[in-house]
């Protein structure tokens, strides 16, 4: 649990810091602590950040002291917890932790992802749209051109209906019918008319089968584009970013960006088309019934903009809210076996509820938007309808005009309604599908800080494995200010075994990522055979070079055979077995029914810890690395497994540059040499003996873990 003290001038805050990180083992009031922190904060009216680790206090052993107190509110997280808010009281102190309440303590998982969410999207990225486009441009021109053929029949229909309408009154009137044959005067204009709705047809076909091609090549190519992308990304990119809310721009955001843009393409270009040219056909009908329609329409068109630029923050907020969903049930369904073990059932039920429940509302008031802008454009369009059969009437009373051209004017008004029906129901299309292409385009286009591939290559000859920490900084790019290494110095001589030892927290996980270029170095260097890490190519580094084995190896949801290969898809069967033998995994696979063909279940669920580890061992071992980085390998594992574990280590460590990560100090101690971290910093060098007998940081870590075993063991025996 941290504590945050707000104060910006932090000299009067760093006096006390010491006494305000004390233990309780030390013998001192942590209240006394509390107060003189507080002290130092209020002595001036400043603000700013410090972060100290504390101890959380029971609110019955705490007092008020001078008639001043305070409350904390502790936020729980991975890394630990952050005061979110200091306040002085005249009650007694007390701390309300968010852990006690835990639907909320869930719910505190996504505050971190929500900041980044709720930042606003990119603009949208023409370029890249048009370079996604381009190799499909064929199939768009020719589905734009079936679109205007479609749109320009159907603004000929009504004109033909008219016609055809005429004929029909001419030969209603006894007057005019006499010597006229009916059905020569029909015909023409009636197989005209049969022609464009044949046409209208196979165009309709066309565009459709043009699109639907396009779209789905487009999206296909954008997904694997934003795929690649996410591959490539570095590793601090994973840190600030929840998988659920990656996931969703794969696959929710591709397929509305697609959707969209197919039916702004079809639906847009008819609509306007048919607008403009149905506008046209009833200004040459009659100029007087044209001005009420032109008086309307572009009220219509103001208000959908307008309307328009409002649903797209609704449409972006509900976006974020859908990824936020996804990133609660991707983050549940993946940990389910934690969840069922704490019995946490209901409380993801009713997080992923009110997460979903935030999206409905969002989509419901975007739909209401654009139900309002709908209602009110057929409002205007049925007005102008019942306009036009008025002026209408009253100039067909006075025979300015034919009933065919009121029947034409009629139709193409109605044209002109359906036109601009569809265009707002494309806002709301295609507000999404901006938005979405957006956060999609943000993606693709983002390059990582560290190449996956480029540089320099040592020959597999020549490649020795000599490793040097040159007074090397780092400080991890999500807490940029907090320093993890300070000026670490360490080398390790090829062919050597070099163990790293320390409190929890000291930067001995630290050190293996950047062995593997997970992250670049603030300051200093890491060289291997004295070529910067930085110099060298990162996928033959991590590919050829170094095999990581951390202590929650995953294997992915195919065969114990795949996951071996993995790092090494050519490799031969032969090879395999033999990788299995050496990590003393060859045995235990044999006994399954399916052997090596047995598949594991996502993330290896159906093998033990044990298992899964050895076999973690043989995928690294069959790319016969140079040099082998261990990072608490055995740590999870119970004493029977570790035992089984550790002689496989021992096994394949032979005649590579092994740097190993241990807690337990009992599986190093044949170390050729062991390094003492502390707070960032190399504080001891020597080996097993040298550093017992020196006495100092490695002799304290024997004496607290016998201590810890003792007391096991007598735990054990009370049992």
């Not at 296909?220 to 990304?233: A, G, K, P, V, W």
Request: with cysteine.
């Amino acid at each position: 649990v941290y504590r945050m003290v707000q104060c910006s001038d932090l000299s009067p805050v760093q006096q006390v810091t010491k006494r305000v990180s004390c233990r309780e083992s030390e013998g001192v009031q942590q209240d006394d602590h509390v107060e003189e922190c507080i002290q130092a904060h209020t002595h001036g009216d400043k603000t700013g950040t410090l972060v100290r680790p504390v101890h959380a206090m029971r609110s019955q052993a705490a007092h008020a002291r001078d008639g001043c107190s305070v409350t904390f509110i502790i936020k729980l997280a991975l890394s630990g917890g952050t005061l979110l808010g200091v306040k002085v009281l005249t009650s007694p102190l007390r701390v309300e932790c968010k852990a006690s309440q835990r639907g909320q303590e869930i719910h505190d998982r996504l505050q971190g992802s929500e900041e980044s969410e709720d930042s606003k999207d990119p603009p949208f990225d023409w370029l890249a749209f048009w370079q996604l486009l381009k190799p499909q441009l064929h199939y768009f021109l020719a589905a734009m051109g079936s679109a205007l053929i479609v749109a320009l029949a159907n603004v000929q229909v009504p004109i033909l209906l008219g016609d055809v309408v005429n004929v029909v009154a001419n030969f209603t009137s006894e007057a005019t019918n006499e010597g006229r044959n009916y059905m020569q005067e029909i015909s023409a204009p009636s197989v005209k008319l049969l022609q464009y709705y044949v046409a209208q047809a196979i165009f309709t076909f066309s565009y459709i089968t043009f699109l639907t091609r396009m779209g789905e090549r487009m999206a296909d190519n954008l997904r694997q584009q934003l795929f690649t992308s996410l591959l490539e990304q570095d590793i601090a990119f994973y840190d600030h970013h929840k998988t659920g809310e990656l996931v969703n721009r794969l696959t929710a955001d591709v397929q509305d960006f697609k959707s969209s843009f197919k039916m702004c393409i079809s639906q847009g270009l008819r609509s306007v088309t048919q607008i403009v040219g149905c506008g046209v056909s009833i200004y040459m009908i009659s100029p007087q019934m044209a001005g009420l329609t032109a008086l309307l329409v572009p009220v219509i068109i103001g208000t959908g903009t307008a309307l328009g630029s409002l649903l797209r923050d609704v449409s972006r907020e509900a976006q974020h809210q859908v990824a936020r969903a996804t990133g609660v049930a991707d983050e549940c369904l993946g940990n389910m076996r934690t969840v069922r073990a704490f019995a946490m059932e209901d409380a993801e039920k009713d997080l992923f509820a009110r997460e979903v429940n935030k999206s409905r509302q969002l989509n419901e008031l975007l739909g209401l938007g654009i139900g309002i802008f709908q209602a009110g454009s057929n409002l205007f369009l049925n007005g102008i309808v019942m306009g036009t059969l008025y002026v209408g009437g009253r100039l067909m009373s006075n025979n300015q005009i034919k009933p065919g051209d009121l029947m034409s004017f009629l139709v193409a008004c109605q044209t002109i309604q359906r036109s601009l029906a569809q265009l707002g129901i494309l806002f709301g299309t295609y507000v999404r599908g901006i938005s979405a292409g957006a956060r999609v385009f943000e993606y693709v286009s983002l390059d990582p800080t560290i190449p996956v591939r480029g540089g320099k290559v040592i020959p597999y000859h020549s490649l020795m494995g000599n490793i040097e920490f040159r007074n090397v900084s780092f400080a991890y790019p999500s807490r940029p200010d907090q320093e993890v290494l300070r000026n670490f110095n360490l080398r390790i001589p090829a062919g050597r075994v070099v163990a790293l030892v320390g409190a929890s927290g000291g930067g001995k996980s630290t050190v293996a990522q950047l062995m593997e270029r997970f992250y670049d170095v603030k300051n200093g260097s890491i060289t291997i055979d004295g070529l910067d890490l930085r110099s060298l190519d990162p996928s033959w580094l991590r590919g050829r070079v170094v095999g990581f084995i951390n202590q929650e190896p995953v294997l992915f949801a195919t065969s114990i055979k795949e996951n071996i290969r993995y790092g090494y898809p050519d490799a031969t069967d032969a090879e395999v077995i033999n990788a299995a033998k050496t990590a003393n995994a060859h045995e235990f696979i044999t006994s399954f029914p399916s052997g090596y063909d047995t598949v594991v279940g996502e993330r290896g669920v159906t093998v033990s810890g044990g298992q899964k580890q050895r076999i973690a061992i043989a995928r690294a071992l069959l790319k016969n690395p140079r040099i082998l980085v261990l990072d608490e390998a055995t740590s999870a594992l119970d004493a029977e497994s570790e035992a089984v574990v550790q002689t496989a280590l021992e096994s394949c460590i032979e005649g590579r540059t092994v740097l190993v990560i241990a807690h337990r100090l009992s599986t190093i101690q044949n170390a050729d040499v062991i390094a003492v971290m502390s707070h960032g910093r190399l504080a001891e060098i020597g080996t097993h003996e040298g550093l017992k007998k020196l006495g100092g940081i490695y002799a304290d870590l024997i004496r607290q873990q016998q201590k810890e075993e003792k007391s096991n063991k007598k735990s054990s025996r009370e049992l």
